[in-house]
């Protein structure tokens, strides 16, 4: 994005699509140190397996990243929201 001479950035309407969109992600991406790659990879990781672990105890389906099987409701335990008028 430059800015043009009042002062306003100029909008580079090319980036505005989902193909733009992608093509800048991949740019940062690729610019990024490997250290940042591998942070930014274990924390997908850690955010992929807390989501399968709050599906399980839901009681909801999920992908077993092991075996890839579909699991379907296999926990009994589930957690209720809490009561809002229990708060005050």
């Excluded at 009681?59 to 005050?88: F, H, K």
Aim: hydrophobic share 30%; charged share 35%.
């Amino acid at each position: 994005m430059s800015v043009e001479d009042s002062g306003e950035p100029q909008i580079d309407w090319e980036s505005c699509t989902f193909e733009g969109a992608e093509r800048e992600q991949l740019r940062v991406w690729s610019q990024l140190p490997l250290r940042n790659k591998l942070e930014a990879l274990e924390e997908m990781c850690d955010h992929a397996r807390a989501t399968i672990e709050w599906r399980r105890r839901q009681g909801l389906p999920y992908i077993d990243p092991y075996t890839r099987e579909r699991i379907s409701r296999t926990a009994t335990v589930r957690e209720e929201p809490d009561d809002p008028s229990s708060r005050a």
